[in-house]
Structure formats: structure tokens, C-alpha cells
């Protein structure tokens, strides 16, 4: 509740402040286009819906699209939704690097650019996203303390993109406070339930004392709890984003998926529309706007939801 009411409130201030220079707005209805890195994953469907919601709340109209993790695909649609003559772009990049010639062909032609959960390079507007070294460093502060503070510990990577490196980066910063952990294997699971999951069942086999587990998203540590699972070790599993499938599996007796940090993706997609309003209306934005995270364990899991 406190996110959606920083949410409500900065977007309204935003947009009140743009006032004065809403005489300017288009008189025709708004359309907002949105290029997603991936739609086969619940916490972008979750911001779709939300975005969808938004847009309708203010007589807009929406194109999105999903770059299935090719940014040339990603590219492209930037470029048809030029053609199509949309009015703001929400981006979430699929690589922060390689869509910067999309930014800058957008900006050319007149739209405003917010980047939404990652940010990418080039003239973007604004940048809404959570924060992703608070999500690592408090989902591993939780397993260091579950596993005693001593023991072997695996990280399962994911994609090289900025929120999945500051995840990693803010884990291993929560892990280093304690002596007596080692982290002994650093693996790249994808973000995906089948790939990580044969990745973590050979990180199983390679570290018979493993303690614990941390999985820079869900969707990965689905594949990661049924590696562990079958594994009959005890083996505690932490993970970022708060997807319904999580929470629920967070919640079975004696799981061994035992907290994730949760993102609000309604909260930013929200945000990220109030900002990109101010800016088409005139008003100055902020460059970049942190969206709080917060740890839900299995007691939170009970009344928890996106």
C-alpha cells in the first residue's frame, strides 16, 4: 500500500504540475506504444494489464509489442511504432546498449521516451524501475540469515542487463557481511524454469554441502525449487519479483522457497505513464524515479499480491 501511494502521489503531483501547459496537449487521443523485452513471463503480462487499465483511464489508445529477447526485433517495432505516429514510447529494453539507436530515432521524431524496469542508453526522458541492489541485497540478507549465517551458497544468474547485474551486485554485497559463507558457484540460469533448472541440478551434484540458492528472478527459481526439490537436500531458495507462482509455492509446508523481494510492476508502468504525460504537457521530469521493493517471506506471502 505505501508504494501505491507514493505512486498516486508523485504521478499526480507530475501531472498537476504540467497543468499550466496542457492547453498544448493533442486533441486527439493519445496513443501510447510499449515494446516489451519479453511477454512469456508473468510480471511483464502483470504490466500490460496494468498499462492497458492506465491508458483507458485517460481515453488512450495502446500498441505493444514483444521483442521475445531480440533486440533487432526490438528495433524494428520502436521503428513501426514511429510509422504508426505514437505519442509516448515505454521501453523496456531488451538490451540497454543495443536499442540506443531506437531511442535516439523516437526522440528524432518526437515522442517522449520513458524507460520502464531497465533503463537504456541514449535521449530517454525519464527512467522508472525498481530497486533492483535493495532487491539482491535483502533477498540474500534473508538467506544468509536462514542458513545460519555459515555454509556454501549458489547464485543463479540471469541475462546481462542492468536490474539483473545489480541484483547479483547487491546479493554479493548482503553475503560478504558474513565470514563464514562462500559463495561457490555463479551460473547463468536465464531466467527461465527449464534452463535453470538443469542448471541448478548440476550445481547440486558439483557442491554436496550446498546451503542455499539465490535466483535473480522467479520465473528462474521455479526451475531452481524443483532441481531442489528432487534433490531431497535441505537447500534453502531465495528470489526477486513476487509472481503469483512464487508466493503460492512460498507458502506450502516446509517449502524451501523461502522469500522473495517483491517489485510492484503496476506501481511503475503507473508512474512511468505520469511521468511521460508531464513531459508531453510541458512540465520538467525527473531522470530517473526508484520504485521501492520489499521482502516478502511465507507469513507475507498469505496477503501478498501484485
Known amino acids: 500500500m505505501k508504494n501505491i501511494l507514493k505512486a498516486t502521489a508523485l504521478t499526480a503531483a507530475l501531472v498537476c504540475g504540467a497543468s499550466a501547459a496542457q492547453a498544448q496537449a493533442p486533441k486527439q487521443p493519445l496513443r501510447i506504444g510499449m515494446t516489451f523485452q519479453e511477454l512469456n513471463n508473468p510480471y511483464f503480462v502483470t504490466m500490460k494489464q496494468a498499462l492497458e487499465e492506465a491508458a483507458a ?34 521501453l523496456n529494453p531488451t538490451d540497454s546498449t543495443g536499442v540506443q539507436s531506437a531511442v535516439r530515432s523516437a526522440k528524432k521524431a518526437g515522442l517522449v521516451v520513458v524507460a520502464v524496469d531497465a533503463n537504456a542508453q541514449g535521449p530517454v526522458d525519464s527512467f522508472v524501475g525498481s530497486k533492483n541492489t535493495d532487491a539482491g541485497r535483502l533477498a540474500c540478507e534473508y538467506l544468509a540469515k536462514s542458513i545460519g549465517e555459515k555454509g556454501d551458497v549458489a547464485i543463479l544468474d540471469g541475462i546481462p542487463v542492468v536490474p539483473i547485474l545489480e541484483r547479483v551486485k547487491g546479493c554479493r554485497e548482503a553475503l560478504a557481511k558474513y565470514p563464514g559463507i562462500k559463495v561457490v558457484s555463479t551460473q547463468n540460469g536465464k531466467q527461465e524454469r527449464a534452463t535453470a533448472l538443469t542448471v541448478t541440478e548440476n550445481i547440486l551434484q558439483a557442491n554436496k554441502d550446498l546451503k542455499g540458492v539465490f535466483s535473480v528472478n522467479d520465473g528462474g527459481s521455479m526451475g531452481a525449487l524443483a532441481a531442489i526439490e528432487a534433490s531431497g537436500k535441505d537447500v534453502k531458495l531465495t528470489s526477486v519479483d513476487g509472481a503469483p507462482e512464487a508466493i503460492k509455492a512460498m507458502q506450502k509446508p516446509g517449502s524451501k522457497f523461502i ?17 511521460a504525460l508531464a513531459k508531453k504537457w510541458g512540465a520538467n521530469v525527473p531522470a530517473a524515479v526508484p520504485v521501492d521493493v520489499k521482502l516478502i517471506d511465507a507469513e507475507g506471502a498469505k496477503t501478498f499480491t501484485w
Open 259 to 275: 522469500a522473495t523481494t517483491a517489485q510492484y510492476p503496476r506501481d511503475q508502468i503507473r508512474l512511468a505513464i505520469g511521468i
Open 57 to 90: 483511464s485517460i481515453g488512450a489508445t495502446v500498441v505493444t509489442t514483444d521483442a521475445r529477447h531480440d533486440v533487432a526485433k526490438q528495433i524494428g517495432d520502436v521503428e513501426d511504432m514511429i510509422q504508426k505516429k505514437v505519442d509516448i514510447l515505454l
